[in-house]
């Protein structure tokens, strides 16, 4: 974990006062835990902070920039500070950032609050976005995930993958599962993150995690170490190369869960994502075993909540069963999709996208709108709500309740 005490120096960028003239007198410098602390305060469910110079100090309200209570413009010597900071003694990220521009930390205040931390440069200076962990576990309730979910609990082995953009709710689902077996089952369980995100108290299993860089130089070494460690469970923070998906497969193989992520849109572009890693002479074997493997896949995406208070999640969740394994083995064709499976699937746990926004919006928590923006298929969707339209054009006051 970063702290701030003999923070290693970031070198500010050389300037000259025009004309020769004397240089103005720099503001005094922030003080990185008050300013991070008073902008916590400003507002109630911030999801990240943005210092970049050129700007005060943002936070982000359900996906859009906001005021963090100060004035005062950042300058360039303000953020590198703050990144300093924030780096703290971590020489591998301070090494990531000077070669490649941009690194990874987490950091947290004293007792409260911690972030996951990306610092990159820009126009030749330091620029920091800080994604706000919460503190308290969340919950399949508080996420208002499927119940279907509350079923990864009781496998035994597989892989389950949660997916979805940056910033869609991945980590927090992950948690709430991980969570839920910590309470519900007497396991060992090891978590490979970058960096660690949610702290796992031991509850009935014994709950070890490693961070990357500080506890293991890859997620491949480290999945590579867990099979001499008899975890039942293995949450492997992404499944980034080719070394990993085959080390994660190999476990859950092997009588291991196996949970990750993946920065796929959906089911199929996950399926295809994996698959494309390897050669094309070691594909049809790899199909095989993901379809013999895989239990779940859970798409996410985040959209804005019809009363305007923050967003929420809508879900697709692939499910193996004999249809969705046979596709995932021997590829899609016209009318044997897995988006065709799990429109079929309902009754096995299954749904798409477009079927939990249509659910959303006639239940009144998403505006027709948002839900055709967000659709996978905005032309099907719509002719499914056709009635609703119909209904809506008949009383007009339908489309304000």
């Known amino acids: 974990m970063s702290s ?18 004397a240089p103005a007198v720099a ?30 100090p943002l936070v982000e309200i359900g996906g859009k920039l906001a005021p963090a209570g100060m004035a005062r413009v950042l300058t360039s010597d303000d ?7 924030l780096i703290g003694n971590n020489q591998h990220a301070l090494d990531n950032l000077k070669e ?10 004293p007792g409260t609050d911690r972030f996951r931390v990306n610092i990159f440069m ?25 119940a279907e979910l509350k079923k990864i609990v009781e496998l035994r082995n597989g892989i389950v993958l949660v997916t979805g ?63 001499r460690q008899a975890p039942k469970v293995i949450l492997v923070g992404e499944m980034r190369d080719k070394e990993t998906i085959e080390i994660a497969m190999e476990a859950a193989e092997t009588g291991h869960l196996v949970l990750s992520t993946l920065h796929t849109i959906d089911a199929s572009k996950t399926v295809e994502r994996i698959v494309g890693v390897f050669p094309m002479a070691e594909q049809h074997t790899l199909r095989t075993r993901l379809a013999k493997s895989f239990r779940y896949i859970v798409s996410q995406r985040l959209v804005p909540r019809k009363n305007g ?73 719509q002719l499914d709500m056709s009635d609703l339209r119909l209904d809506a054009e008949a009383d007009p006051l339908l489309e304000t309740e």
Not at 13 to 21: D, E, I, K, L
Not at 38 to 53: C, E, G, Q, R
Not at 123 to 146: Q, T, Y
Request: with cysteine; aromatic share 6%.
């Open 4 to 21: 701030p005490t003999n923070a290693p120096t970031i070198a500010p960028p050389t300037s000259r006062a025009p004309n020769g003239a």
């Open 79 to 85: 953020t590198r500070r703050i990144a300093s900071d």
């Open 309 to 381: 208070a923050g967003r929420m999640a809508i879900i697709e969740i692939l499910k193996s069963t004999l249809r969705t394994r046979e596709y995932v083995e021997k590829g899609e064709s016209d009318g044997k999709t897995l988006l065709d499976a799990m429109r079929v699937g309902e009754a096995e746990g299954m749904q798409s996208f477009d079927g939990d926004i249509e659910r959303l919006i006639r239940e009144g928590k998403l505006d027709m709108e948002t839900g055709l923006a967000y659709a996978t298929n905005p032309g099907n969707l």
């Open 27 to 56: 503001p005094a410098p922030f003080a990185t835990p008050p300013l991070l602390a008073a902008m916590l305060k400003t507002a109630t469910n911030i999801s990240d902070l943005f210092f970049t110079p050129g700007k005060p």
């Open 165 to 227: 953009p940056t910033g869609s709710g991945k980590s927090s689902t992950l948690a709430a599962i991980i969570d839920r077996i910590n309470t519900e089952q007497s396991y060992h369980v090891l978590t490979i993150e970058d960096p660690i995100e949610f702290l796992h108290p031991h509850k009935n299993c014994i709950v070890n995690q490693r961070e990357l860089h500080s506890d293991t130089p890859s997620f491949a070494l480290a999945l590579r170490g867990a099979l």
């Open 100 to 109: 490649f521009g941009s690194c990874d930390v987490s950091y947290s205040l």
């Open 122 to 146: 820009q126009r030749g200076s330091c620029a920091v976005v800080m994604r706000v962990i919460p503190g308290k576990i969340p919950d399949f309730d508080s996420l208002n995930l499927p």
